[in-house]
């Protein structure tokens, strides 16, 4: 039997009785622990009758039966799809039906909103609560603890992450087992990881950081894990002492920079800290050496390709660039042909290598627009590569907000503004936020003679979209700023609220 992901994550580590989570209550779930949760999960997905290549979605809280559902998945030959938790019931219902989902695994307190959704899929469900309980841990604990791993090939798909764009729906990018264990490789060669590592893990594990980046990187080493429910500055600087490693948002790096015990003494068994999914600023990455002797090393990726470039890790980190690519993935600065650039210039990175995805699910136009016959994906960030060969990201050719390395498109946004009374059009645009790096601000446009009510709207905004896309302020202006073409100049709007949550800074309007 061959399951090239599953045995090169989970499958060697086989009958091994050292810790894999060390969890906040001091248990320890041990390597061969977490297989047999593993295996009991499998063992009730296939007595429900799904078959490889079936979806199962899942939006659950972390925990370690939500990592052993994304194990046991990989066993099973099932694609996993992780959802945010922060999304409404209305961004769940298009995840599920776009992926035409066959298992559905949610909260026991959201499955009789789910119920509609369910039934027009015929979908099953089973719930899966924060603290382990639920429908599934009660079939899975009548399951044996082995279950025969499926057979798959490196280019079956694993799993599904849904990423938005700039227009239309959210996308389903296809990620196969090469993309996933080809990355892990490269990243345990990169950075270093042994079974000696002890990663400090406090990102969520529906997205690529924290599932695909920390928890396969760790898995590949064979080391582990201090298992945070979610970030929590205390319990990061109480455990820090007993971890090797942390990867984290920029947020996480500021956070702690304002904490006084954050220091030398605390950070001095750490042996490395990886940052990624939003710029971290060059003025961070000064700070947090001063105070700790730690240079932050920074990383480059994306869902569709997991992580494409690094600073080295015995070489120089330098502050403002994502490093070098990784072994095996190639990186060029291209014009909108896609005809590569002088070095030097500034243009659209794009990318390929094993990592790069197979494509958007049952969107062939979007695939073909995003991804070249040639394999090379069109990020949609712009950059230049230095004379040392660093990459340095200078800007977005996409519509992008990122606010605490959460990506938000403004459109999804502005469709839910401008579809409420007396709203003629909107615009939603990223300002600088202390804490979140970015964070939404909406613009709003009323009717002639027409005045929207601003708290209604933020209403209607709440019930549509997760907490982390609603704008922080919204601005009612007589009309959005133009150029000769009529198209929208978000630039303007971005220049002159830039400085909105500036610490100390009188709130403009
Ligand atoms: C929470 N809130 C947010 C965010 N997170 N609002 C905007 N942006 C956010 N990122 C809301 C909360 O719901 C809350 O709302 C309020 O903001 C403050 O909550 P707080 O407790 O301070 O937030 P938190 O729970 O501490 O979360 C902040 C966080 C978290 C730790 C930065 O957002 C996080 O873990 N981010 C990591 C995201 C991530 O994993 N990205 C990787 C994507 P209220 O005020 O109503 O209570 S993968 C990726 O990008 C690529 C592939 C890559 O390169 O890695
Ligand atoms: P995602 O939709 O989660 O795939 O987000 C990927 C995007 O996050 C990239 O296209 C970049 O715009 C951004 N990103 C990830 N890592 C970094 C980084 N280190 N610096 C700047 N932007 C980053």
């Not at 580590?13 to 810790?19: D, I």
């Not at 079974?195 to 690529?208: E, G, Y």
């Not at 929207?452 to 919204?474: E, G, I, N, T, W």
Request: proline share 6%.
């Amino acid at each position: 039997m061959v399951n090239p992901l599953y045995d090169g994550l989970f499958g060697r580590h086989a009958g091994k009785t050292t810790p894999f989570l060390h969890l906040l209550d001091e248990s320890i779930i041990t390597h061969q622990d977490f297989l047999g949760r593993a295996a009991q999960i499998a063992n009730v997905m296939q007595q429900l009758g799904l078959k490889p290549g079936d979806r199962v979605a899942a939006q659950i809280q972390k925990s370690p039966e939500a990592l052993a559902l994304y194990a046991a998945c990989v066993q099973a030959g099932l694609v996993f799809l992780p959802l945010n938790t922060a999304y409404t019931v209305n961004e769940l219902t298009y995840f599920i039906e776009n992926s035409g989902a066959s298992l559905i695994v949610c909260d026991g307190r959201n499955k009789a909103q789910l119920a509609p959704v369910v039934s027009k899929l015929c979908a099953k469900v089973e719930t899966l609560n924060a603290d382990g309980s639920g429908s599934l841990k009660a079939k899975a604990q009548e399951m044996p603890t082995t279950f025969a791993t499926v057979d798959r090939s490196e280019n079956d798909i694993a799993a599904f992450l849904y990423t938005s764009g700039t227009t239309g729906r959210s996308k389903g990018a296809m990620l196969t087992q090469q993309n996933l264990l080809s990355n892990a490789l490269a990243l345990v060669e990169a950075w270093k990881f042994t079974a000696d590592d002890v990663l400090l893990h406090a990102l969520p594990i529906f997205h690529t950081h924290g599932l695909f980046v920390a928890t396969n990187v760790t898995l590949v080493a064979g080391g582990s894990i201090i298992f945070m429910p979610k970030f929590d500055l205390d319990v990061m600087v109480e455990r820090m002492p007993e971890a090797t490693t942390l990867m984290g948002v920029p947020t996480f790096y500021t956070r702690l920079l304002e904490d006084e015990r954050f220091n030398l003494a605390s950070t001095a068994h750490m042996r490395l800290f990886v940052s990624g999914s939003a710029p971290l600023l060059a003025e961070t990455h000064v700070q947090f050496e001063e105070r700790t002797g730690h240079r932050i090393l920074e990383r480059y990726g994306m869902t569709e390709t997991n992580m494409n470039t690094s600073n080295p890790y015995d070489g120089h980190r330098r502050a403002g660039t994502v490093g070098l690519p990784l072994p095996g993935v190639e990186v060029r600065i291209c014009d909108a042909d896609g005809n590569e650039l002088p070095q030097g210039d500034i243009g659209e990175i794009e990318v390929r290598g094993p990592n790069v995805f197979k494509g958007y699910w049952q969107m062939p136009e979007k695939t073909a627009a995003e991804l070249r016959e040639t394999g090379f994906f069109i990020t949609g960030d712009l950059g230049q590569i230095d004379e040392d060969g660093y990459l340095h990201i200078v800007g977005r050719n996409k519509d992008l907000i990122i606010s605490g390395g959460y990506n938000i498109y403004p459109n999804e946004i502005e469709l839910v503004l401008d579809d409420q009374p007396g709203v003629l059009e909107s615009a939603v645009v990223g300002v600088p936020h202390p804490d979140f790096g970015e964070t939404v601000i909406g613009v709003v446009i009323a009717e002639p003679s027409q005045s929207p009510d601003l708290d209604a709207m933020m209403d209607a905004v709440r019930v549509s979209l997760a907490r982390f896309k609603h704008p922080r302020k919204l601005i009612l202006l007589d009309e959005l700023p133009r150029n000769t073409m009529g198209k929208v100049q978000k630039n303007i709007l971005r220049d002159h609220y830039k400085v909105m949550f500036a610490p100390a800074c009188p709130e403009i309007r």
